[in-house]
């Protein structure tokens, strides 16, 4: 059994911070391919970053790239996402997600286990 668990999302104004966390279990840490996701209201859910799993190659996408930090602590079995230069169009449920097996995904098909979500609110 494996679980997946999200947490440190919140309310926060334009141009402030949040980090968020992520555990997964079920085997070691460091054997999951790792990423973030996000599902604004009405929109479908999109990629926002990814970690190998070792945690030498991370992955983002155009709209985070440059304010948001992917990184995990295997030592720990976490994974997080500092969040910076917040935007409102950053407010999301955002999801962390595993795969077992793979060095790194992309594509929201390709993992296999997800969160529950964490609600992220930029206001302006």
């Known amino acids: 059994q494996v679980h997946v668990v999200e947490s440190g999302g919140g309310l926060v104004q334009v141009g402030g911070s949040l980090r968020l966390s992520c555990t997964a279990s079920?085997?070691?840490?460091?054997?999951?391919?790792m990423g973030w996701f996000r599902q604004a209201p009405g929109k479908e859910r999109e990629f926002v970053a990814a970690?190998?799993?070792?945690?030498?190659?991370?992955y983002y996408s155009d709209s985070v790239k440059g304010r948001f930090t992917i990184s995990r602590d295997n030592a720990k079995n976490t994974m997080y996402l500092q969040m910076n230069s917040l935007k409102p169009e950053d407010t999301a449920v955002y999801y962390c997600?595993?795969?077992?097996?793979?060095?790194?995904?992309?594509?929201?098909?390709?993992?296999?286990?997800w969160g529950q979500g964490t609600q992220v609110t930029v206001s302006s």
């Open positions: 970690i190998s799993r070792s945690g030498g190659s991370t």
């Open positions: 997600a595993a795969d077992f097996g793979s060095d790194y995904d992309l594509m929201r098909y390709e993992y296999d286990y």
């Open positions: 079920g085997r070691t840490f460091s054997s999951y391919a």
